[in-house]
């Protein structure tokens, strides 16, 4: 009976310190993940669900300006705020990956607080290594260099109650979203220029 406890407990634990370094694999639902797609199963007893939110926005960390345009610029370091919300509950975990068109790693990946980042079915991924608490987490992206095309996160998440157990812990359906390459030397042009036509 301790063995089959110390067996559950040990199981429904397994994702706490985030699939990778649980052994638990690729959850981020793209390219090279493995198990399952979503942060569903492996020690989280609910299916995945679409009232599970995932949303991902990034900030120039050079002038703070968020991206509004879907568009990174080459070798600019972002501020990544990755949310994951279902009503009624206080934490999450996740894992997130950064792809090219190819499917390759893209960009460098760098761990906020309580992350780390991990190699998973041959992929880099960002993932929680305790519970986060609230509904936000934040951590950097380099991007790569010109001419690398587009950028797609990958993202999967569980909201969860805090309450050391599976019941009412929510998985998320996969996310993505991508941001396409903007390699031109202005980004906006004010239409301000003025004709002053006295004295001739």
Known sequence: FPLVLGFLGLTLASNNSGPAGSSNGNRTGGPGSTGAATCGGGGWQSAATANTVVAITMKD????????????????????????????????????????????????????????????????????????????????????AAGSGAATFYAAGNSVNADGGTNDDFPSLPYSLTFTENNTSVGNVDNNISIVSYPN
Request: some cysteine; hydrophobic content about 35%; charged content about 15%.
């Open 61 to 144: 960390v050079a002038n703070g300006e968020t991206v509004t345009d879907g568009k990174y610029k080459p070798l600019r370091t972002y501020e990544v705020q990755i949310s994951v919300a279902h009503p009624g509950n206080s934490a999450f975990g996740f894992q997130c990956q950064v792809l090219g068109a190819n499917n390759n790693d893209i960009g460098l990946l760098a761990a906020g607080a309580g992350q780390a980042v991990r190699t998973a079915g041959g992929k880099k991924v960002v993932e929680h290594t305790s519970r986060i608490s609230g509904t936000t987490a934040t951590f950097t992206w380099t991007s790569p």
